[in-house]
């Protein structure tokens, strides 16, 4: 009740004129009258449904909450003397978690009390608190609407109707525990035009206290050792579980992982350090694999040939495994060995050298090897220029050498060279460039391939320039070419892009398209544009060159807008 007694003080400072009585149970002669009256005509106090005041009731702390909260609002509203404001602001602290539950912000009290008071640190911490404690479902996601029309048809064929598709990407994660996430992405297509359908994408659920479980749509294991066994850029990422916990840390028991794809593979990895140093990297691995019908065992180990103090640095890696079938009557083996060297000056020349050999029935599902082949991979990179030279150059040759098992029958023999160019731009670090040619001596055929991207100029860097292509000289040449250049407009939040695209393995062999788009507010973007002969991959995309393909002889325009929320 001080609480409240320092609040009527404070309210009888801020003078209004009175009002009539607003409460049956308040008479004119009640001592506390002109401070009711006043709290009421200010919408601090609002009272019962019946129309009482409620005067003899306890005041719970919600009550008083409520009262302070409709005080801010008034204060900040109408203003109020300096002495005012310190004691609300002792109330926001005291009440803090009240308020927030009635709807009061940080920016309802910086707006009231200033924004360097305590009761701005009471609100944050609160809102903290509630972000992660009340509040553990996360809802994020993207929202796409694309509206298309085919125009021109260079075929003769019919053109197809025009076509409205929306679809909703959608992410919710929650924080179960301190040591458990949850997420789910579900995918809603054609709530727009229907029918609808609702398509789970992919989930996870991840445990992180003394031990790690995985267990996802989308599990990433690292590659174990030289890939001979498992590497990832094989299989990438599929549904299963994954598993790892350390295994008496003290008697260093090693590192244990476990992971499945249950229909495909099951892999068991222990890994562990020897040496004096713990600097001796050792693994072994264990497991089946239902695709080949294999069970496998292997080992990896990495030393380091060069000591700590020594101007070059040079690591050797080994691995090697066995293989079966479930009878044990067929056993097969692969080997690898890698070797890394740093040397030179500012360590400028960098060495790598890969061998192995594959039995021709060593065929694992997950190896980075095949089977059947003896093969050797070098490179050399050395830097052209100096560390504090603008422009930095790089050039690695390469060699690339495989033959079957048998060391009899050539598979591949081919020596290249590549030239990076990075630092181009200081003010641009993303302006980079390489050019890459191979002389493949097991047919003849010349390889070349080049890409520079991200070069910008105009007064303002409103022009960016890309650049892509490839082509091998061969009996009947293959090429692929992407350009684009993009505009965009200093005063607006827009930006064009105009793409031209050739592919000589499709018909057509050529493609084009124009894009407009528009940042018409926050995470939010509008797109308009025409398209010549319809490309695999989005226009700008130099991500997977695997998507340079030409689908259609088929000129469309098109519209979208993509909200990310």
């Given at each position: ?59 719970t702390r919600y009550e008083f909450a409520e009262a302070t909260a409709r005080l801010l609002a008034y204060v900040e509203q109408y203003g109020g003397i300096r002495e005012d404001v310190e004691i ?9 978690d009240e308020l927030a539950s009635l709807g009061v912000t940080v920016a309802d009290l910086e707006a009231t009390v200033g924004e360097h008071s305590e009761a701005i640190a009471a609100m944050k ?87 790690n479980l995985w267990i996802s749509s989308d599990i990433a294991p690292d590659t174990i050792g030289l890939g001979l066994v498992y590497d990832f850029d094989e299989n990438e990422e599929f549904p ?326």
């Amino acid at each position: 009740m001080k609480k409240l007694a320092l609040v009527l003080l404070m309210v009888l400072a801020l003078t209004i004129p009175a009002l009539a009585n607003p409460f049956v149970d308040v008479p004119l002669t009640h001592w506390a009258y002109d401070a009711v009256q006043t709290l009421a005509a200010k919408g601090v106090v609002i009272g019962y449904p019946d129309g009482t005041f409620g005067g003899q009731r306890t005041l719970t702390r919600y009550e008083f909450a409520e009262a302070t909260a409709r005080l801010l609002a008034y204060v900040e509203q109408y203003g109020g003397i300096r002495e005012d404001v310190e004691i609300l602001s002792k109330l926001a602290v005291e009440f803090a978690d009240e308020l927030a539950s009635l709807g009061v912000t940080v920016a309802d009290l910086e707006a009231t009390v200033g924004e360097h008071s305590e009761a701005i640190a009471a609100m944050k911490a609160v809102v903290d608190k509630h972000e992660k404690f009340f509040e553990p479902l996360k809802i994020s996601g993207t929202w796409k609407a694309n509206y298309s029309k085919g125009v021109y048809d260079m075929s003769g064929d019919p053109l197809a109707p025009a076509t409205l598709t929306d679809r909703v990407d959608l992410k919710l994660a929650a924080e179960i525990n301190p040591e458990t996430t949850a997420e789910v992405q579900l995918r809603i297509d054609n709530v727009l035009n229907g029918p609808v359908t609702i398509t789970p994408r992919k989930y996870n659920l991840k445990y992180a206290g003394d031990w790690n479980l995985w267990i996802s749509s989308d599990i990433a294991p690292d590659t174990i050792g030289l890939g001979l066994v498992y590497d990832f850029d094989e299989n990438e990422e599929f549904p299963g579980v994954w598993a790892q916990w350390e295994w008496d840390s003290d008697e260093d028991l090693g590192t244990w992982t476990a992971f499945m794809n249950v229909e495909d593979f099951y892999y068991l990895n222990v890994a562990f350090n020897l040496g004096d140093d713990d600097d001796i990297p050792v693994g072994i691995t264990a497991g089946y694999d239902n695709i080949a019908g294999l069970v496998f065992g292997g080992a990896n180990v990495a030393f380091n040939l060069t000591d700590d103090d020594d101007d070059a640095k040079v690591k050797l890696a080994l691995e090697g495994a066995v293989a079966s079938d479930l009878a044990f009557a067929n056993i097969t083996y692969g080997a690898a060995a890698k070797v890394n060297a740093v040397f030179g000056d500012d360590d400028c020349i960098d060495l790598t050298v890969k061998g192995w050999y594959t039995h021709p029935d060593f065929d694992l599902d997950n190896s980075a090897y095949n089977p059947d082949e003896v093969g050797v991979n070098v490179a050399l990179g050395f830097m052209l220029t100096d560390d504090d030279d603008d422009l930095q150059i790089k050039v690695t040759p390469k060699w690339d050498y495989r033959m079957k098992s048998d060391f009899a029958t050539l598979k591949r023999n081919r020596i290249g060279v590549q030239l990076d160019f990075t630092n181009i731009n200081e003010d641009n670090p993303a302006e980079k460039a390489y050019i890459f040619g191979q002389y493949r001596l097991e047919s003849g055929d010349i390889y070349a391939e080049a890409s520079y991207l991200n070069l910008t100029f105009g007064d303002d860097d409103e022009f960016a320039f890309n650049v892509y292509g490839d082509y091998l000289f061969a009996a009947v040449p293959v090429y692929r070419a992407v350009a684009n250049v993009s505009y965009a407009f200093p005063d607006d939040p827009m930006k064009l892009v105009v793409e031209g695209r050739v592919a000589s393995a499709f018909t057509p062999f050529y493609s084009a398209e124009a894009q407009l788009r528009y940042d018409v507010a926050k995470n939010t973007v509008l797109k308009v544009g025409v398209e010549m002969n319809d490309w695999e991959a989005d226009i700008a995309d130099w991500s997977d060159h695997d998507d340079f393909v030409i689908n259609n002889d088929v000129t469309k325009i098109y519209a979208g807008i993509e909200v990310k929320f």
